[in-house]
């Protein structure tokens, strides 16, 4: 490729409204282009990251035994209305009409519509099992859009889904998966870690996520550094939501029937995605005096029920609520539930929590549920009156690292972590509501058992570039750049030495498969060079009049200090 034939477009300064590093160093780059909130243009440069992700997911895919299709980005809402979703899934799920007034939606993921395919085309055993899969874009109206295409509205996901014809083939699928994934982020080059996750709003009893460890990353993970034990404490987005929605919440706590109240009650006053992040609520909140001194505080305890089939919540203790909202105190908790451990056992903890010091640990082997701890943490904090932003990192820092991990088998730490992969197995959630069944050996029907599996292809190029870049821009891994090669001729209009010899590199290295770019422009050296470090480009050739008289071409790793000298006859066998 020549640089003159492509499109490139650097800019000196990011927008600013960008937050994290990814963002700002993919608009430099001329990578995205901003159309609206959460949604951009994937320009040339950034399209070829976009597909050496896709390219590298959909080979491990195949190879795990997926069979690729394309479902549509628009369905229509009847689908989402067999599962219940259609109602269910709040303001993140886009719903469309289309001229005769009917709904549709655009697909945030495609679990009603492969089920309704596995349904009609799955009929017997001998047909199991089954793994689609396809890279499709999806649409989330997100509450808060932000870091590029990272949160983007309008992005790009591999989603797969499998039909197996009982639960230990669905756990050996969702075995495959998991390696599939493990190949998948150690092909891509980055530091991932694959943790327990919340089964949230897609349902289902078994769940990891593959976390790209960056310290902007809107996860925080617990982890023990000496076993394999990981899990994620989805915390960023509950608590800038709770945050957001105290007042709502505020109204809730005046709902005037206390121990009853519905999920669609909660979603909708808290604005939550149902379940997702949040599945207990331990808040209190204060009847102030006139002096707004607290005369009293009230703990009480919502239980959102574990899965998406949750329909009901049980609200704790409410009374003599007048003002103020907020986490309860730890003190408090301890107080009010305390006494009794096996009162958090409802809400998916397989074993009681117990409260010690001034942090919860909760004694449990099979971990499922990030959330739950969530509550805990945020203790003290006051968002009621004034809604501080509150500081993450810094909180879950001082309340968890060093505490006993949960398997024994150490100390738990925390990093912050980039969700790029979920994977969940789902058992008979949607084949039960949606009747996709099978004939078994004994010609009985049977529902299919199901797994899920998605990986943010867009997010994983900022997750990239969050965790690889220095202050001249991208360092991208190898598997992932745009281009792995940058041949950068001084005087290539000047000398018809240079021409030639950048000329055979570029068409050398081409021939052999390698992504090289020639840059042809005529730029200055200096501008030249810049532009290809903010790019990102691993390796660079620079050829110039006085290197080849000695027979020589400079080469740079992205990473290296300084240039080397190298013979312009062995370059291109170096670089393949
Ligand atoms: P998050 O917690 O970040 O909102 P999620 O849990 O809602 O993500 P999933 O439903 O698990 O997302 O979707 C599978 C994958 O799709 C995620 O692991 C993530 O990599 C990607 N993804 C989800 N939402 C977005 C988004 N708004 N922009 C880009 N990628 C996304
Ligand atoms: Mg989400
Ligand atoms: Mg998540
Ligand atoms: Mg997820």
Not at 324 to 353: N, Q
Not at 368 to 376: H, M, Q, R, Y
Request: proline share 5%; net charge negative.
């Amino acid at each position: 490729m020549k640089a003159s034939q492509f499109f490139i477009s650097t800019l000196k300064e990011a927008p600013s409204d960008a937050e994290v590093v990814s963002h700002k160093l993919m608009m430099r780059a001329g990578f995205i282009k901003r159309l609206g909130a959460g949604i951009y243009n994937y320009m040339p440069m950034g399209l070829r990251v976009i597909r050496k992700v896709e390219a590298i997911v959909r080979e491990e895919m195949n190879r795990a035994g997926g069979v690729e299709l394309l479902m549509p980005v628009v369905q229509p809402a009847e689908l989402w209305q067999e599962t219940g979703r259609f109602d269910k899934m709040g303001p993140e799920l886009m719903r469309v009409k289309d001229r005769h007034d009917r709904d549709f939606i655009i697909q945030p993921t495609s679990e009603e519509v492969v089920t309704d395919i596995a349904r009609q085309e799955l009929r017997s055993y001998k047909q199991l099992p089954k793994n689609f899969y396809h890279i499709q874009t999806k649409f989330r109206d997100e509450r808060r859009p932000r870091f590029g295409i990272m949160r983007g509205r309008e992005f790009t996901m591999k989603d797969a889904y499998s039909f197996d014809r009982d639960a230990a083939g669905a756990a050996k699928t969702y075995e495959a998966m998991f390696a599939a994934y493990k190949r998948i982020f150690d092909r891509f080059g980055l530091e991932y870690r694959a943790v327990a996750a919340d089964t949230g709003a897609i349902g289902g009893d078994l769940s990891h996520e593959f976390q790209v460890i960056a310290e902007t990353g809107e996860d925080a993970i617990v982890y023990c550094p000496t076993s394999d034990y990981a899990a994620n404490i989805e915390l960023a987005e509950a608590v800038s939501l709770l945050a957001e929605r105290a007042p709502a919440a505020q109204a809730l706590v005046n709902t005037p029937t206390p121990g009853k109240a519905t999920c669609a009650d909660v979603a909708q006053l808290l604005g939550l995605p149902l379940s997702r992040t949040i599945k207990s609520l331990v808040l209190a909140t204060d009847e102030l005096d006139e002096a707004g001194d607290i005369v009293k505080s009230t703990v009480w305890l919502l239980l959102l029920r574990g899965d998406h089939s949750m329909n009901e919540i049980k609200v704790g203790k409410i009374e003599g609520l007048k003002a103020g909202f907020r986490f309860a105190t730890l003190a408090e908790i301890e107080d009010h539930f305390g006494s009794k451990p096996g009162y958090l056992g409802p809400i998916g903890l397989k074993k009681p929590v117990k409260v010690v010091a001034d942090r919860t640990v909760v004694n449990m082997s099979d971990w499922v549920c990030g959330a739950n701890l969530e509550d805990f943490h945020y203790t003290g904090v006051n968002w009621g009156r004034d809604l501080p932003e509150p500081d993450l990192v810094a909180d879950i820092r001082n309340v968890v690292e060093g505490d006993p991990s949960p398997d024994g088998q150490g100390v738990l730490a925390i990093q912050r972590g980039i969700e790029v992969g979920h994977i969940f197995y789902l058992g008979t959630k949607y084949s039960k509501v949606m009747n996709a069944t099978f004939l078994d050996e004994n010609g009985k029907p049977a529902f299919m058992e199901m797994g899920c599996y998605g990986i943010g292809v867009t997010r994983i190029v900022g997750a990239a570039i969050e965790q690889n870049h220095d202050a001249r821009g991208i360092v991208w891994p190898d598997a992932l750049a745009p281009f792995t090669v940058v041949i950068c001729p001084i005087g290539y209009d000047r000398s018809a030495d240079v021409k030639a010899a950048a000329d055979a590199l570029h068409d050398e290295l081409q021939a052999a498969g390698i992504d090289v770019m020639l840059d042809d422009r005529g730029e200055r050296p200096g501008a030249m060079f810049a532009d290809w470090e903010l790019i990102g480009v691993p390796h660079r050739v620079v050829i110039s009049d006085r290197g080849l008289k000695e027979g020589k071409v400079e080469y740079q790793g992205r990473r290296d200090e300084a240039a080397t000298s190298m013979a312009a006859c062995g370059i291109a066998a170096e670089l393949k």
